[in-house]
Protein backbone atom coordinates (compact mmCIF):
# COMPACT_ATOMS: atom_id res chain seq x y z
CA UNK A 1 0.00 0.00 0.00
CA UNK A 2 1.29 3.39 -0.51
CA UNK A 3 0.20 6.53 1.11
CA UNK A 4 0.18 10.08 -0.06
CA UNK A 5 0.04 13.27 2.26
CA UNK A 6 -0.02 16.59 1.43
CA UNK A 7 -0.48 19.08 3.43
CA UNK A 8 -1.69 22.74 1.58
CA UNK A 9 -0.73 26.29 3.33
CA UNK A 10 -3.35 28.76 1.11
CA UNK A 11 -3.01 32.36 0.10
CA UNK A 12 -6.62 32.58 1.82
CA UNK A 13 -7.98 30.30 3.95
CA UNK A 14 -11.36 31.16 3.11
CA UNK A 15 -10.99 29.11 0.43
CA UNK A 16 -10.22 25.98 2.48
CA UNK A 17 -14.22 24.64 2.38
CA UNK A 18 -14.20 24.52 -1.28
CA UNK A 19 -10.86 22.62 -1.69
CA UNK A 20 -11.96 19.81 0.82
CA UNK A 21 -15.52 20.03 -0.88
CA UNK A 22 -13.65 19.19 -4.17
CA UNK A 23 -11.27 16.92 -2.81
CA UNK A 24 -13.77 14.47 -1.06
CA UNK A 25 -15.57 15.02 -4.69
CA UNK A 26 -13.40 12.60 -6.20
CA UNK A 27 -14.10 9.56 -3.78
CA UNK A 28 -16.25 6.24 -5.88
CA UNK A 29 -14.44 8.15 -9.08
CA UNK A 30 -11.00 7.18 -9.73
CA UNK A 31 -10.83 3.36 -9.39
CA UNK A 32 -7.22 3.25 -8.01
CA UNK A 33 -8.03 5.39 -5.53
CA UNK A 34 -8.74 3.36 -2.01
CA UNK A 35 -9.26 5.98 0.60
CA UNK A 36 -9.39 9.53 0.57
CA UNK A 37 -9.74 11.99 4.14
CA UNK A 38 -8.91 15.75 3.81
CA UNK A 39 -9.73 18.60 6.80
CA UNK A 40 -8.98 21.78 7.90
CA UNK A 41 -5.96 22.10 10.47
CA UNK A 42 -7.94 22.93 13.83
CA UNK A 43 -4.60 23.42 16.17
CA UNK A 44 -2.39 27.17 15.40
CA UNK A 45 0.99 26.74 15.29
CA UNK A 46 3.93 28.41 13.75
CA UNK A 47 4.61 25.51 11.47
CA UNK A 48 1.12 24.72 11.07
CA UNK A 49 -0.77 23.88 7.61
CA UNK A 50 -4.44 24.85 6.72
CA UNK A 51 -5.79 22.03 4.92
CA UNK A 52 -3.96 18.25 4.53
CA UNK A 53 -5.06 15.67 2.25
CA UNK A 54 -4.72 11.93 2.70
CA UNK A 55 -4.96 9.22 0.24
CA UNK A 56 -4.24 5.32 -0.41
CA UNK A 57 -3.33 3.42 -2.79
CA UNK A 58 -2.39 0.19 -4.02
CA UNK A 59 0.84 0.40 -5.86
CA UNK A 60 2.95 3.51 -6.65
CA UNK A 61 1.62 2.67 -9.80
CA UNK A 62 -1.74 3.81 -9.35
CA UNK A 63 -0.57 6.91 -7.53
CA UNK A 64 0.67 7.48 -11.10
CA UNK A 65 -2.87 6.81 -12.10
CA UNK A 66 -4.04 9.09 -9.87
CA UNK A 67 -1.94 11.95 -10.47
CA UNK A 68 -2.88 12.35 -14.63
CA UNK A 69 -6.76 11.05 -14.08
CA UNK A 70 -9.59 13.33 -15.35
CA UNK A 71 -11.12 13.52 -12.48
CA UNK A 72 -8.02 14.30 -10.50
CA UNK A 73 -6.80 16.94 -12.75
CA UNK A 74 -9.38 19.60 -12.31
CA UNK A 75 -9.32 19.56 -8.62
CA UNK A 76 -5.74 19.47 -9.23
CA UNK A 77 -6.22 22.72 -11.26
CA UNK A 78 -8.48 24.43 -8.70
CA UNK A 79 -5.98 23.53 -5.38
CA UNK A 80 -2.54 24.89 -7.90
CA UNK A 81 -4.52 28.01 -8.03
CA UNK A 82 -5.20 28.83 -4.49
CA UNK A 83 -2.05 27.56 -3.05
CA UNK A 84 0.57 29.57 -1.83
CA UNK A 85 3.07 26.60 -0.77
CA UNK A 86 2.76 22.52 0.08
CA UNK A 87 4.85 19.71 0.85
CA UNK A 88 3.95 15.93 0.25
CA UNK A 89 5.15 12.41 1.31
CA UNK A 90 4.65 9.46 -0.88
CA UNK A 91 5.72 6.32 1.34
CA UNK A 92 4.61 2.17 0.97
CA UNK A 93 3.59 0.46 4.24
Not at 5 to 20: C, G, P, Q, S, T
Not at 42 to 57: I, M, P
Request: charge should be negative; include cysteine.
Amino acid sequence: MVKHIVMYKLRNKADADEMIKRFLSMRGKIEVLRSLYAGKNEVESARAYDVALVCEFDSLKDLDVYASHPVHVPVKEYVHSVTEEAHSVDFVF
